[in-house]
């Protein structure tokens, strides 16, 4: 099977974690660096980055992912061309990611370069955590191939990538895209061009208030960290979110937000229109048979039993299984 040629423009800690990930699934991948430099220092550059690659393989081998005598193949698959070599590394590439610094300035030069030196069919994809993907397709001829994808660090492990179109992102670019990132293994989900995306707008609220109690003396910072690990971070290995909200019931968030705001006379606490809404027309979750999914045609006690398995198996990895007396 023909594996599509993967170009990643910026040599840094993302781009190199996306470069092993395509490589480890076969891929040839072309990391470019970005940035004009000197012999000397594209040289340097050059050891720290495919020795970063070469040295993640080496770890991931001792964990298990592959046998200690395929880390060269895999490192082999992996190039670093210069500034200037641009033009060679994005001929025939069939996606090329973009990951040069966040500012509007560094990625309006770099998608000008890679709109004008990659193939006609090729996708072109940032990789920004910050920028929406409607501002940043303008830098991009034509923008119907242009897409953001924000993959998690660390890149090579986190299933998760965050595909978002901009508005004139045609359909089979996202599809084609989709595809790709599915065969190596991730876990793609669409959302529209928003700050922060899905995972940096939730974590983010979830750091600043783990913060906040710290700031507060609330709890001290191991404590927190302990609480998030075995009660907040453990729930929501196994469930999603809003799938945890459909399981305890829309009502019991709707009248803890409540009370959190008026309590803490923050706003942030309170909650949203849907969820009022969900209460108002009885879709609490479960025991409504509705509330952010639909569970009417749901066998409610095989999907409990399935989920209780997944916390006593994740229990029993994190050697937390209560004890028999």
Known sequence: ???EIIAVIGAGRMGRGIAIAFAFAGHQVRLVDAKPRDQQGFQTLRAAALGEVRATLIMLSELG?????AVETIAARVSLSGEAEMSGALAGAEVVFEGVPETLVAKEAVFARISALADPGAIIASTTSTILSDTLQDFVDPPQRFLNAHWLNPAFLVP???LSPGAATAPDATARLKAVLERIGK???LCKASPGYIVPRIQALAMNEAARMVEEGVATPEDIDKATTLGFGFRFAVLGLLEFVDWGGGDILYHASRYM???TGEHRFAPPAIVADNMAQNRRG???GEGFFDHRNRDVAAYQK????????LLAHMGHLPPRG
């Open 1 to 3: 099977m023909t594996r």
């Open 65 to 69: 992912m592959c046998p200690p005598e």
């Open 160 to 162: 998760l990538v965050e």
């Open 187 to 189: 876990v793609p989900v």
């Open 261 to 263: 705001a008026q309590a």
């Open 286 to 288: 479960l025991r409504d």
């Open 306 to 313: 399935a989920r209780l398995a997944a916390f006593v198996g």
